[in-house]
């Protein structure tokens, strides 16, 4: 049932244009765009070495945050979460399905986003497990939150939040702007947010070849503890 489930959300989100359009090519544009152009001062070394890994955490606040906040909130807003809880897929399946779903996604985004990156270039370092591990534990913060908004605003204030914060974090959270642009104390209270965070993470990793980066991973797990707490003492499912 889990699976099925899962196999209708993955069809469901790929078939929704603006799903669509949010988690793969809005990435695939950006990165390709800085990478070939000389329109930002990304420091030393090849810009698509730099761009990838905040395109990467990119992807995943685009699908574990922005996506499944506006689609779990419309689908409650529509009364289909109340109407799967009366089937034999218990909630917890549900759950489970929608976090397949996100993997699965988050999954299909890695490959195109390396692919076009190593078309351009890319020489990625370190160890890829780290990188996955890094990319799990940013789905899981990123999730708590997305349910969170989902499960406690309007549809219609969800849909607005979600990509409004899609939009700041993408210009503040170091993912094409590298925050030593900021100045000090702006950038040390940027270096908490969770898109900062991955994105740091994985240039530790797949950029200057580090094993798992202790920083990164400890700001992750205090969102995600915090986002799935918040998630599941607040979530209304009607």
Same mark, same amino acid.
């Given at each position: 049932?889990?699976?099925?489930? /899962? $196999?209708?959300?993955?069809?469901?989100?790929?078939?929704?244009?603006?799903?669509?359009?949010? /988690?793969?090519?809005?990435?695939?544009?950006?990165?390709?765009?800085?990478?070939?152009?000389?329109?930002?001062?990304?420091?030393?070394?090849?810009?698509?070495?730099?761009?990838?890994?905040?395109?990467?955490?990119?992807?995943?606040?685009?699908?574990?945050?922005?996506?499944?906040?506006?689609?779990?909130?419309?689908?409650? +807003?529509? $009364?289909?979460?109340?109407?799967? $809880?009366?089937?034999?897929?218990?909630?917890?399946?549900?759950?489970?399905?929608?976090?397949?779903?996100?993997?699965?996604?988050?999954?299909?985004?890695?490959?195109?986003?390396?692919?076009?990156?190593?078309?351009?270039?890319?020489?990625?370092?370190?160890?890829?497990?780290?990188?996955?591990?890094?990319?799990?534990?940013?789905?899981?913060?990123?999730?708590?939150?997305?349910?969170?908004?989902?499960? /406690?605003? +309007?549809?219609?204030? /969800?849909?607005?939040?979600?990509?409004?914060?899609?939009?700041?974090?993408?210009?503040?959270?170091?993912?094409?702007?590298? =925050?030593?642009?900021?100045?000090?104390?702006?950038?040390?209270?940027?270096?908490?947010?969770?898109?900062?965070?991955?994105?740091?993470? =994985?240039?530790?990793?797949?950029?200057?070849?580090?094993? =798992?980066?202790?920083?990164?991973?400890?700001?992750?797990?205090?969102?995600?503890?915090?986002?799935?707490? =918040?998630?599941?003492?607040?979530?209304?499912?009607?």
């Amino acid at each position: 049932m889990i699976l099925a489930q /899962t $196999g209708y959300e993955v069809r469901t989100l790929l078939r929704n244009g603006e799903q669509l359009l949010l /988690t793969m090519i809005i990435p695939v544009v950006l990165l390709t765009l800085f990478s070939a152009t000389s329109l930002l001062d990304l420091g030393p070394g090849d810009r698509v070495d730099f761009l990838t890994p905040g395109i990467l955490a990119l992807a995943v606040m685009s699908t574990a945050f922005t996506g499944q906040a506006i689609g779990t909130g419309f689908e409650r +807003r529509y $009364g289909v979460l109340k109407r799967l $809880g009366a089937t034999p897929l218990p909630r917890a399946g549900l759950i489970a399905a929608k976090t397949l779903t996100v993997i699965a996604v988050e999954a299909l985004q890695a490959i195109v986003i390396c692919a076009v990156a190593f078309a351009l270039g890319w020489e990625p370092h370190g160890d890829p497990l780290a990188a996955v591990a890094l990319i799990l534990l940013g789905t899981a913060a990123f999730s708590g939150f997305g349910l969170l908004m989902a499960g /406690t605003l +309007r549809a219609e204030t /969800t849909l607005a939040a979600a990509n409004l914060v899609y939009i700041l974090l993408l210009a503040v959270g170091g993912v094409v702007f590298p =925050l030593d642009e900021f100045p000090s104390g702006v950038r040390s209270a940027l270096e908490l947010l969770p898109i900062s965070a991955l994105a740091d993470g =994985l240039r530790q990793v797949l950029q200057d070849g580090a094993g =798992l980066p202790g920083g990164p991973l400890l700001v992750l797990a205090v969102w995600a503890v915090a986002g799935l707490a =918040l998630a599941a003492r607040f979530f209304k499912w009607e």
